[in-house]
């Protein structure tokens, strides 16, 4: 039996479907690593070919994605060009290990499309927020999930991806705080879980208490996102982002006396160097004085 072809309605209909099913992967961290990056690329090829029937090459299959990732979706704002270039580097270096470079005319234009428009610039840094910040933003939101996801962002010193993707079972509460599991982070590649413990003010950790008493150990545990962050964060001062709590409360763990390990322990970062992107040169540079001043005494 001859199927009968799509119509070019339903042809639209199935691409539609394709992009609501592949949402969820668009509204991931951003930054990956060679091998994952390379991983994502091909589970995209392979959804986006048993959604549509479409074949893809690696490179069209790598252009298709990473310009999705460069417009975003609802649930993820869209990445930065040279993080678009990163991701299109790191899928030909990926490939070049297997000994298939991955050489395409179309490939080689949409990377200089990508630094015509500033991929090669450096990346401005989210303006840092303050504890000040981050209490009016609380004040003024009236979304609980959201509340409670600027609180565990900035106690917790952690990355909103991180914040938006624990599930209810990641949270366990212990006599005097809150053991959080970040199971799923990219400081922690294998998987296996870094615990962190935090305490909320009062009135948020009841909010919370109450949630994890409805919720079942894999249920999403806050249904909120980047954008709805920054959004809260902006409405307090012009300039924050959702990344602007990770960067705070670095700063703040640093004008508070601990040292760079200490913070880093915190904040879950890979090395000191990657941590030291994140604060202020002028606050260092005053923490080391302190600290060589204070040896002396």
Do not use: C
């Not at 009968?4 to 961290?29: F, G, M, N, T, Y």
């Amino acid at each position: 039996m001859v199927e009968k072809p799509l119509s070019k309605r339903e042809v639209r209909q199935v691409r539609l479907d394709a992009e609501k099913h592949l949402s969820r992967a668009l509204a991931s961290s951003t930054w990956r690593g060679v091998e994952s990056t390379h991983r994502r690329m091909l589970e995209f090829r392979g959804e986006w070919e048993a959604a549509t029937g479409e074949k893809l090459s690696k490179a069209e299959a790598t252009i298709l994605w990473v310009s999705r990732k460069l417009r975003g979706s609802k649930e993820a704002p869209g990445i930065s060009t040279s993080t678009a270039l990163q991701y299109v580097q790191n899928v030909k270096s990926a490939e070049k290990r297997v000994g298939v470079p991955l050489d395409s005319q179309a490939l080689r234009d949409f990377e200089r499309s990508l630094k015509r428009q500033g991929a090669l610039r450096p990346q401005k840094q989210a303006l840092p927020a303050t504890e000040e910040d981050v209490a009016k933003a609380i004040a003024r939101e009236r979304h609980t999930d959201t509340m409670l996801a600027l609180a565990l962002a900035w106690r917790g010193a952690a990355r909103v991806a991180d914040v938006t993707g624990l599930k209810a079972g990641d949270v366990t509460r212990q006599k005097d705080f809150l053991a959080i599991n970040w199971s799923d982070t990219k400081s922690d590649p294998f998987k296996l879980g870094v615990t962190t413990g935090i305490v909320l003010p009062e009135h948020l950790d009841s909010i919370l208490e109450k949630k994890l008493r409805r919720k079942a150990p894999q249920d999403r545990l806050l249904a909120t996102s980047y954008r709805r962050m920054s959004a809260a964060l902006k409405r307090v001062r012009k300039g924050l982002t959702g990344h602007s709590l990770r960067r705070g409360a670095a700063a703040s763990l640093l004008d508070a006396g601990l040292s760079l390990e200490e913070i880093r322990r915190v904040t879950r970062h890979s090395s000191i160097e990657a941590l030291v992107r994140y604060l202020p040169a002028g606050k260092i540079a005053l923490a080391a004085e302190t600290a060589a001043a204070s040896r002396k005494l």
